[in-house]
């Protein structure tokens, strides 16, 4: 008697004719092809045989020890150190001055030009750690009462409830100097715009607004008060004596 071959099946190849598979298949989609696969050559069934019915087993064992091939693995790669920010008041975006930032160990002082918006970058000419020029990301941080949205700066001014009623001329102390305005009695919306006293104009970013928000308080100073700040401002003591 002839000694029964180890496998039934030849290659990979037949593995897959028998099971009816294209290509390779591994998990759920392997174990539904072998049960199709099994069904139609059982030999009680039509058009199934003893002979069809072992190959498919084998064709099933045979494929179920093929490992998957290994992934390449790439050694990890530590993350590159993050990028500096340049942190800036209002005053700074709308004026210019200096600011301090950390790079390499080391704390600059670099110039800020007037006019910088939150999401642009700063050049360091040679900073890198390579002598090539560092371009750091700016954020304007809120100071001094100010904050700063896009090209407009916002800023709350104290005034009476009695003034939000009657209405009247009041006069706002901003970064560019006392400005006046008129109030609307019973004005609904306490929020007024000062034109082109937002961020400077730079590049193609036009100039911005500001915008003061309107806060009654019992402290404001009265219309009154207003009215002798403005007189003692105007008429100093040295054109009094003129």
């Known amino acids: 008697m002839r000694p029964r071959p180890i496998s039934e099946v030849a290659s990979i190849r037949e593995a897959?004719?028998?099971?009816?598979l294209t290509g390779p298949a591994e998990g759920e989609a392997?174990?539904?092809?072998?049960?199709?696969?099994?069904?139609?050559?059982?030999?009680d069934q039509a058009g199934?045989?003893?002979v069809r019915f072992r190959k498919t087993i084998?064709?099933?064992?045979?494929?179920?020890?093929?490992?998957?091939?290994?992934?390449?693995?790439?050694?990890?790669?530590?993350?590159?150190?993050?990028m500096p920010v340049v942190c800036i008041t209002p005053r700074d975006a709308l004026k210019g001055g200096k600011a301090l930032v950390g790079v390499n160990g080391k704390a600059l002082r670099v110039r800020v030009p007037k006019g910088l918006r939150s999401g642009e970058h700063l050049r360091l000419k040679r900073a890198a750690a390579d002598g090539s020029d560092l371009h750091l990301p700016v954020l304007i941080r809120g100071a001094g009462g100010l904050t700063v949205l896009g090209d407009d700066v916002y800023m709350n001014w104290p005034i009476t409830p009695r003034l939000i009623e009657d209405g009247g001329r009041i006069e706002i102390e901003t970064h560019a100097g006392p400005r006046s305005a008129w109030l609307v009695a019973g004005q609904e919306t306490l929020r007024l715009r000062l034109k082109d006293l937002?961020?400077?104009?730079?590049?193609?970013?036009?100039?911005?607004?500001?915008?003061?928000?309107?806060?009654?308080?019992?402290?404001?100073?009265?219309a009154a008060e207003d009215l002798l700040v403005r007189f003692t401002r105007v008429w100093t003591p040295d054109r009094l004596a003129a």
Do not use: M, N, Y
């Not at 539904?32 to 050559?41: D, E, T, V």
């Not at 064992?61 to 790669?77: D, H, S």
């Not at 100039?207 to 009265?222: E, I, K, R």
């Open 58 to 82: 084998a064709a099933w064992r045979l494929l179920q020890q093929q490992a998957p091939a290994p992934l390449a693995l790439t050694p990890p790669t530590s993350p590159p150190p993050a």
């Open 16 to 20: 897959h004719a028998l099971l009816g």
């Open 198 to 222: 937002g961020l400077p104009a730079r590049g193609s970013r036009p100039q911005g607004h500001l915008f003061v928000t309107l806060a009654p308080s019992a402290d404001a100073p009265s």
């Open 30 to 43: 392997l174990t539904a092809a072998f049960r199709a696969a099994i069904k139609a050559a059982r030999p």
């Open 48 to 50: 199934g045989d003893e």
